[in-house]
């Protein structure tokens, strides 16, 4: 009887350290999506992938605003459409796309533990690379903020799960079966995010090599089954005349131009290994504390497994180096796999403090107060959230916080000089037009124009146009220019809207 409870106590510890990779997605990701901004990227997407819903654009057509990408051929459409059917079904509300990101975020922290269970056969430590990678800083910013990088590498942990059991498997159909799913996989990829899809094609090579358990017959045949499959799909969709024109525009605009630094610059070449250092210090800084805690270092696990992971993160960075054109959260992709390299090199001690974790009388006290609090941060962080101003403030305490504009589906003037930067600029034109479906032109002489309010160094308002919203602008501010005599209107037409203007004031 004795027995029959510590063994119960002992899967409810372990229950309990299992969920502390998603009970931190909760403290770290779910309060920032229950307040209003985002990235402006995020917003992008979101905005496409409504319009999508409500037909505007096509598949291979994506629509933005009237004025900013009518045809959106910056990235592949397949992750905006999916979310687009989110919005077919639940209709136009900015919880769509929270949802999805954070949905994703959950599918990833799970892919993750089958990864490792399928390349180590260990479930003792299923949760220590799931909870490695969300600690990582990238890792819940970009789940915070609906990038495309989130549904990418849902279809990269699959197709790298299907790699995995095709190597390791004794039958030549299955293996056969498995380089096909996981070529599947990155198509998918690539019709999501493009050419970052296609690193997972070199992995069965790596099994061959480094994969404990594997048949180096199979994961030869693994790798021509998904080198064939993949090529037969590639060439399937070029053979399509609107994904081959897609395609062009995207290979030629995007790729080539990224690589040639012709795009924005952040993170070029090699220094995109700085970014990585940067971003993988926590969870590095945390191995290091279990091992100072053991005061020994003999007990890292240099074996296959641990390579394996490790050129597994390597094959999705390297290529970076390539481009002009990164972004810290490109390293998205490849965070999963250094998570389960740490995890297998430090898996001695983490097995050391799972134990004292749950034998441990102190040990059970640590892991209780850990779980009460995340869950109480994570009450606490959520409540100070719900529908307040986290980010691009600048925008929602104007457009947002003081209610809704009766103003939607029109153009709107705007000049770069009226934002103070070029980052301002796109967050403003993401933002009114997926919250309004307000496109912004640089025909500074549109009836309705928006304002930079309370700045000595903006352009003068003319003394014709009102204040149309909001009525207490902090930084920003809609004006109805409708009286000036420079903006495009018809004289008649301006005088008849005029007289109505009027007489919604005399009533």
Known sequence: MENVFNRKRFF?????????????????????????????????????????????????????????????????????????????????????????????????????????????????????????????????????????ENTLVVFMLLSTIFVVHGCKSNKTLATVFCGFIAALFIFLGFLSKG?????????????????????????????????ISLALMLIFLFSITDARHFFGIYFMTQVFKSLSGQREIDYPHFLIFRALLEHIILPMG????????????????????????????????????????????YLMISMPFYALALASLCSYYILKFQEFCIYNKFGKIFLNSILFSMILLSIILCIRNFNRTVKNSQYHNDFTMQGIMPLTNITASFCPLWFRDKAETWMMIANLARDYKISLSMNVNHRYRVYLVNNENACAIPPSCKLFFPMEPKIFAMYDCIADPKTNLDPNQREALLDEEAQKSEN
């Open 195 to 227: 050419v970052f899809a296609f690193y997972p094609l070199i992995f069965p090579f790596f099994c061959y090599y480094f994969l404990i358990g594997s048949f180096k017959k199979n994961s030869i045949i693994c790798q021509v089954s998904l080198i």
């Open 12 to 148: 409810n510890k372990k229950l309990v350290i299992s969920c502390l990779p998603y009970l931190f997605v909760f403290v770290v990701v779910l309060p920032k999506l229950l307040g209003y901004g985002m990235f402006v990227d995020g917003v992008l997407y979101a905005t496409i992938a409504r319009n999508l819903s409500e037909g505007l654009g096509q598949f291979w057509q994506p629509y933005y605003t009237k004025t900013m990408y009518p045809s959106f051929f910056e990235h592949p459409p397949l992750a905006i459409y999916i979310q687009s059917i989110l919005f077919n079904l639940f209709g136009d509300t900015r919880w769509i796309e929270r949802t999805y990101t954070l949905f994703t975020g959950m599918l990833q922290v799970l892919l993750i533990s089958q990864v490792w269970k399928a390349v180590t056969n260990d479930e003792d430590l299923i949760w220590s690379a799931p909870f490695l990678f969300v600690i990582t800083p990238i890792v819940f910013w970009t789940l915070a903020n609906n990038e495309l």
């Open 286 to 329: 945390i191995c290091f504390a279990l091992i100072l805690i053991n005061r020994s270092i003999k007990f890292l696990n240099y074996n296959r497994n641990t390579l394996l992971f490790l050129l597994m993160a390597l094959s999705a960075t390297l290529p970076l180096a390539i481009s002009a054109k990164n972004h810290g959260w």
